[in-house]
């Protein structure tokens, strides 16, 4: 006969620590969503570090060195790491460098600030009125459709050929995300949250602050960041279709025109790393601001099952 | 922050619809005469050569003439050539313009009004490129070829009429539409097949990098393009003292760039846009300065417009016939002539390309 | 009430609600209250065309009144016989098929090496700790950023296109189908487990199905950004296709064909969208809705 205690866990006894049922291992997380959860002890650098993710780059490099300075391929386009190396050096010493990615960083932050600023306020009307939603969100949701790219000769032809073209087509950019996520991050509130808050009797003005802002959040910032990101690429495709100004996206077009491999692959490099630290930025002022209301994402996210879902996939979108 | 960048946002469309609906203000004089030149500058600050209104431009002939006033020069310079010119005119954020036939033609279709002045760079051909090592040796084998010509500029209609001289039309080919530089590059990189380009060829020519096939200046009166000065009427009606002195000045550019007293010097300035004094020297090598820098307004430049006009409409660019007589302006140009001593510098020619009288 | 409910009328409604001991005056607001009820339906209704009508009446009344130069922005009327031209002619067609022969092409290859690729990432640890760092480090670069490096490598023809729409399809779906292979619920791989599958039995019947909704998703945002990075390589350097369209007409300064082009991809890129959530829609009709809120 069944004994009643063979529904434990076998190897673990059943001892109660203090009230606290024993764990198992239905509650865990699947995988955590990012290394470092909150309490770890970090071990040291050495040994946290996976260096096999080192061996292909260094492998790949390798070979381009091995081609480059054995010249098997015959093509004005090879260059070695050297002079990739060389013009990088120019590059920085000559101060174009810091001009270049000023200009496009200058513009992109003004375009992602109006963006944003629009885009919250266009997110939140959506997402808190329902006749704003029914009026205005299908017309926006067939605008968001429309490839953001086909807007440009029409922005140029309409706002002129200078800065103020590449900002609005910026702004636009990183609006569309920002709205939109803002809008689902408030649609995705449980509803139990509102009908408690309303049983509290809290107004309007309170609901949004304790309730609507806080559980909305890790979607909006999932926004913030895709507008981030959509933003940097729209800097990008500004400076190849509209008229010049200085930018490192010009620097690209330009070493492609003038048919020097070493400067694009310069550039490309430049690029890259703007985009990451942009991304790490994004991502250590969110961590802060979560940090700071308390809650670790893990234990929000558990709460908010479907919306963690909807933010983890959008996260790896954000990194695209 | 936000009410901020509301209010900015809000200034910002506010300002964009003013500037589309009010009308420049009118005052005594400018503050600025602004310029575009329908090329992509090189170098820092942007330069250009090859016409007479690089002349002006590189020796600063405007901004000696009006420092005087206190009205600033600005030369406005387009990647896009004569079509961003056009979508600048629309806009309004222009006074004069250095502009090819054919773009100027396409803007004048769509309503800009404008007014040509004088002549800069007539009688300028097309080259058609290839890849050194190519099996092309003629137009007619670009049959089936992936050829770059950049759309809307005055290179267009002349390789056009190129292709239909050797019995091809554009839909024969795959044309892509580069601009200058692209184009260059391409061809380099041999990503194309052909390239219809200008006087930039003859360097890449000089390095091994391209095989130039067929140049097209010397074939007869369509196989040409022109550039000219055009002015917009708003600036015309309100300052036309200050446009009878950018004219005067631009015949005086015209002048020293027609002596060939000067050859050697006018190559030597148009270098330091970047295309070297060799190119120079190759692209006039079978026409006279006074031939090409002439800023007249005779027959044959009036034969050429209309027919301009007339193979864009039949070629579908423009939707309506372009009205070209009432378009020139040259009683400005007659002034300067007449106040120079210059009515018999240059040699007026008649629709058919000889000279009159 | 001898009146079956099927056969009441308002005047039996009244008298009913007058023996019910209301007062006239309210029997009348709650009948008209329900004139209200039909007028906020159909307000409701009607809500979502209230924008665009108004976007459209200003749009016809602005050309109309001169407001702005036709050049800039053509009236709806001249957009609308150009696109009849363009459909008459046969370039629409033959436009259009061109640009969604290249992002259907592109974006099938980069699928289905992104899911090739995303599946290994995601079943096999080994293959992440060697492969995924570098493979992070190149996704930083966006599409966009390896347009020029393209250009030279492989110049302005059909490749170029087919590589870097192929690049845009490829990041999403990979990094998707990875974290959808790594996410699968503890629960299931427990029942698993019990049940005593196998490696592969696993991967079939309990790994791929959990990872579909986010793979679905993967594949949604890759088709997104595979007609973004089209309509971006048509405009830089390209013979044919929508993209090209939309250039000639700004080259001519026909701002109208431009517009009408931009018409065409915004319907494409919705009509994409529409048939992504159908499809969405069919695929998660089979899912198991006990891990989902």
């Known amino acids: 006969m069944p004994s009643l205690f063979s529904f434990q866990a076998p190897r673990r006894p059943f001892r109660t620590r203090l009230g606290n049922p024993p764990p198992c291992a239905c509650e865990a ?12 002890r970090a071990r040291p650098l050495l040994d946290r570090f996976d260096w096999r993710g080192l061996v292909l780059p260094l492998a790949l490099f390798a070979l381009w060195w091995l081609v480059s300075a054995l010249r098997l391929v015959k093509s004005g386009l090879l260059v070695s790491p050297a002079d990739v190396a060389h013009t990088a050096w120019q590059q920085i010493e000559s101060g174009a460098l810091l001009r270049a990615l000023s200009a496009s960083l200058a513009r992109e932050a003004s375009g992602f600030v109006i963006g944003t600023a629009g885009g919250l306020l266009l997110g939140s009307a959506l997402g808190l009125s329902r ?20 807007w440009i000769p029409l922005i140029s032809v309409w706002f002129g050929l200078g800065d103020m073209a590449k900002v609005v087509f910026l702004s636009l950019a990183a609006l569309l995300p920002v709205a939109a996520h803002t809008c689902d991050g408030i649609h995705a509130v449980p509803r139990r949250y509102v009908e408690v808050a309303h049983a509290l009797r809290y107004s309007r003005l309170q609901l949004i602050r304790h309730v609507i802002l806080p559980a909305a959040l890790p979607t909006i910032f999932t926004g913030l960041y895709l507008g981030l990101i959509y933003s940097w690429l729209a800097t990008l495709g500004a400076e190849y279709l509209l008229v010049a100004g200085s930018g490192i996206g010009n620097t690209l077009i330009d070493g492609s025109e003038q048919f020097r491999m070493d400067l694009v692959l310069f550039g490309v490099i430049v690029v890259g790393l703007t985009g990451w ?32 879902r909807y933010q983890a996939v959008h996260q790896r979108e954000a990194n695209t | 922050m936000a009410k901020q960048a509301l209010s900015l946002l809000k200034s910002t469309l506010l300002a964009t619809a003013l500037a589309f609906t009010v009308p420049q203000a009118h005052a005594d004089k400018p503050a600025v005469i602004r310029v575009g030149i329908a090329q992509q500058g090189v170098g820092d600050p942007p330069t250009f050569g090859g016409s007479p209104a690089a002349t002006v431009q590189q020796l600063q002939l405007l901004e000696k003439e009006f420092a005087a006033d206190g009205i600033k020069v600005e030369w406005v310079f387009f990647k896009g050539a004569g079509p961003a010119v056009n979508e600048a005119i629309a806009d309004k954020s222009l006074d004069f313009a250095f502009q090819g036939d054919l773009p100027s033609v396409l803007g004048r279709a769509n309503g800009l009004k404008t007014r040509i002045l004088l002549e800069s760079g007539v009688r300028v051909g097309v080259k058609f490129a290839v890849p050194p090592d190519s099996p092309v040796q003629n137009v007619k084998d670009l049959k089936g070829r992936r050829v770059s010509i950049f759309r809307g500029t005055n290179l267009q209609l002349v390789a056009d009429n190129v292709l239909a001289a050797n019995q091809l039309d554009e839909r024969d080919l795959r044309v892509i539409n580069l601009d200058s530089a692209s184009s260059l590059a391409a061809l380099s990189s041999k990503g194309i097949d052909a390239s219809v380009n200008d006087y930039h060829l003859y360097k890449l020519r000089d390095q091994g990098l391209a095989r130039i096939i067929y140049e097209s200046q010397t074939a007869g009166p369509q196989f040409t393009r022109q550039s000219h000065l055009l002015v917009l009427d708003d600036f015309d009606r309100a300052h036309p003292d200050i446009v009878q002195r950018v004219v005067n000045v631009f015949v005086k550019g015209a002048q020293w760039s027609s002596d060939e007293a000067n050859r050697d010097a006018l190559f030597g300035l148009w270098a330091k846009s970047g295309v070297s004094y060799a190119s120079w020297q190759a692209e006039f090598a079978n026409q006279s300065l006074k031939s090409r820098n002439s800023p007249l307004i005779d027959p044959f430049i009036v034969a050429r417009y209309k027919a301009v006009a007339n193979d864009a409409l039949k070629l579908k660019l423009i939707r309506q016939p372009v009205d070209v007589d009432g378009w020139f302006e040259p009683r400005y140009l007659d002034n300067a002539l007449h106040s120079l001593a210059l009515d018999r510098y240059w040699t007026r020619y008649d629709a058919q390309g000889n000279p009159l009288g | 009430m001898s009146k079956a409910i099927g056969e009441w009328s308002p005047a039996a409604g009244h008298a009913v609600a007058r023996t019910a001991g209301e007062t006239k005056a309210k029997v009348r607001a709650r009948s008209t209250s329900n004139l209200q009820r039909h007028a906020r339906a159909l307000a409701w209704h009607l809500a979502p065309w209230l924008l665009p009508a108004a976007l459209f009446a200003l749009w016809s009344i602005g050309c109309e009144r001169g407001w702005i130069a036709p050049q800039i922005l053509p009236p709806p009327r001249m957009v609308f016989d150009t696109l009849c031209d363009l459909a008459r002619s046969g370039d629409l067609a033959h436009h259009t098929f061109v640009s969604l022969q290249r992002v259907l092409l592109g974006f099938g290859a980069g699928t289905l090496a992104g899911l090739l690729i995303g599946a290994a990432l995601g079943l096999s640890r080994t293959v992440e700790s060697y492969v995924l760092p570098g493979f992070n480090a190149l996704v930083q670069i966006p599409v966009l950023g390896w347009l020029p490096f393209l250009l030279l490598l492989v110049g302005v023809g059909e490749p170029l296109k087919y590589i870097l729409i192929a690049h845009a ?17 503890a629960a299931l791989d427990e029942v698993a487990r019990v049940f005593g599958y196998g490696h592969w039995q696993r991967i079939a019947y309990v790994v791929l199905p959990a990872a579909v909704p986010t793979l679905a998703t993967g594949v949604r945002l890759a088709l997104t950004k595979a007609w973004l990075a089209l309509v971006v390589v048509e405009l830089v350097a390209s013979s044919e296709g929508l993209g090209y369209l939309i250039v000639y007409g700004r080259q001519l300064f026909q701002l109208d064909l431009v517009m009408a082009s931009v018409v065409i991809v915004g319907a494409i890129g919705f009509a994409i969208n529409r048939l992504l959530d159908a499809l969405e829609a069919r695929l998660r009709r089979g899912q198991p809705s006990a891990f989902r809120e």
Do not use: C, H, Y
Not at chain 1, 131 to 150: M, Y
Not at chain 1, 294 to 306: I, K, P
């Open chain 1, 131 to 150: 006749i704003a939603a029914r009026a205005i969100g299908p017309t926006f949701d067939t605008f968001k459709q429309i490839s953001l790219f086909a």
């Open chain 1, 277 to 308: 630290t942009l991304n790490a930025l994004a991502r250590g002022i969110e961590r802060r601001v979560m940090a700071s209301r308390g809650e670790g994402r893990e234990r929000a996210a558990a709460r908010n099952g479907a919306a963690r």
């Open chain 1, 29 to 40: 997380p699947a995988t955590p969503l990012r290394e470092g959860t909150p309490g770890r």
């Open chain 3, 169 to 185: 399809a490829l990041v999403p779906v990979t990094l998707s189908t990875m974290q959808g292979f790594r996410q699968t619920p």
